[in-house]
């Protein structure tokens, strides 16, 4: 039997917000996505927020309204000390800033800067793992996997199978 898919959620108690992001099955040190979002979540570097938590959600659940609601609920009274119903921002921050680079290409059919180095969603460890002599880390996330054009790239990629009766 298949292993029901799971999102995982990003709790911040000092930005009040509760980050979706996908399921990694892997060793944490190429966790590429979670590190991102926790660089995010610094005051200046090597001095992050306090009280950052990773919960994992089966996706059924938080797809359904009345469940999602439920357990945004259990994770303010476990993260949020009860600070009220406005207290958390839900945010799926990934496909946010793929929507927004997306709007700044004018919703493109053609994108020049899809799957480029500088939309690598790097673990922002470059300066401390030359520090320890360690070579950087290079990620195979992409900002653009998070993007609408990317099914443009899909749809594309199976036409030409021949998958399609037609061509994009």
Not at 12 to 17: F, M, N, R
Not at 98 to 103: G, S, V
Request: with cysteine.
């Amino acid at each position: 039997m298949a292993e029901e898919a799971k999102i995982r959620l990003v709790v911040c108690p000092v930005c009040k917000t509760i980050e979706e992001i996908p399921d990694f099955n892997g060793p944490v040190k190429y966790d590429t996505l979670l590190d991102n979002i926790a660089a995010r979540h610094e005051y200046a570097p090597d001095r992050p927020h306090e009280g950052l938590k990773l919960f994992d959600v089966k996706q059924t659940d938080w797809n359904s309204t009345e469940t999602r609601l439920q357990i945004i609920k259990q994770l303010k009274e476990r993260v949020g000390d009860g600070l009220g119903d406005a207290f958390y921002a839900v945010k799926e921050t990934f496909k946010e800033d793929a929507q927004k680079c997306w709007r700044q290409h004018n919703k493109t059919m053609n994108c020049d800067d899809y799957m480029k180095d500088h939309k690598r969603l790097d673990p922002g460890t470059k300066h401390d793992r030359k520090e320890l002599g360690l070579a950087p880390m290079r990620s195979e996330q992409f900002l653009c996997h998070f993007c609408v054009y990317g099914s443009v790239v899909m749809q594309r990629a199976r036409a030409a199978k021949g998958l399609y009766d037609y061509n994009l």
